[in-house]
T-cell receptor, first 113, second 112 residues
Framework: DTAVSQTPKYLVTQMGNDKSIKCEQN?????MYWYKQDSKKFLKIMFS???????INETVPNRFSPKSPDKAHLNLHINSLELGDSAVYFC????????????FGDGTRLSIL | GENVEQHPSTLSVQEGDSAVIKCTYS??????FPWYKQELGKRPQLIID?????GEKKDQRIAVTLNKTAKHFSLHITETQPEDSAVYFC???????????FGTGTSLTVIP
């Protein structure tokens, strides 16, 4: 059983399109996250979502919007995709925010043409 | 906010030698320090973690040490093997915080 699963694994699309990445965790965790990993391998936090409280990294453009239908799901919707959005996006979850291990999904490699 | 610095950015060692990666943090309230290993094309995976009430933790060939006074913590890998080759990330967080503050990563290459 995959603990944190993301779909799709690969996403290739044209500039200007809108796309979504889905994430589900079956660990019973209360907190979920989205990270962006660029070509330099930096892991940049985009959002954390805990008990319906959304914490946004202020550097994330408002073209990115997380949506959580329930505690086990945190999807990422991206509007008007740009070349600079090309990266690997990781979803993660933890028992609670703060000092608990985070479990990562396998990542979604987004390529913008 | 917290600032985590990680050194070196790249590290090459001969198989069987030891590898040490160091991280410093700025927020004295940080109390949880995990280490993640990311193999090429894979997800980051937790390999070891330490909390601020402990100075050292060991799990087979890997160990982590924490110096709260100096605000630094280190990952030690002994008897390195080619499969240890990966990018390693340190992180720091607090009990009341909302996120991990990750270091910039160390690319470790173990030469057979």
């Amino acid at each position: 059983d995959t603990a944190v699963s993301q779909t799709p694994k690969y996403l290739v699309t044209q500039m200007g399109n809108d796309k979504s990445i889905k994430c589900e965790q079956n660990l019973g965790h209360d907190t979920m996250y989205w990270y962006k990993q660029d070509s330099k391998k930096f892991l940049k936090i985009m959002f954390s979502y805990n008990n319906k409280e959304l914490i946004i990294n202020e550097t994330v453009p408002n073209r990115f919007s997380p949506k959580s239908p329930d505690k086990a799901h945190l999807n990422l919707h991206i509007n008007s995709l740009e070349l600079g959005d090309s990266a690997v996006y990781f979803c993660a979850s933890s028992h609670r925010a703060g000092d608990q291990p985070q479990h990562f999904g396998d990542g979604t490699r987004l390529s913008i043409l | 906010g917290e600032n985590v610095e990680q050194h070196p950015s790249t590290l090459s060692v001969q198989e069987g030698d030891s590898a040490v990666i160091k991280c410093t943090y700025s927020d004295s309230a940080s109390n949880y320090f995990p280490w993640y290993k990311q193999e090429l094309g894979k997800r980051p995976q937790l390999i070891i973690d330490i909390r601020s009430n402990v100075g050292e933790k060991k799990d087979q060939r890997i160990a982590v040490t924490l110096n709260k006074t100096a605000k630094h913590f280190s990952l030690h890998i002994t008897e390195t093997q080619p499969e240890d080759s990966a990018v390693y990330f340190c992180a720091a967080s607090t009990w009341t915080g909302n996120q991990f503050y990750f270091g910039t990563g160390t690319s470790l290459t173990v030469i057979p």
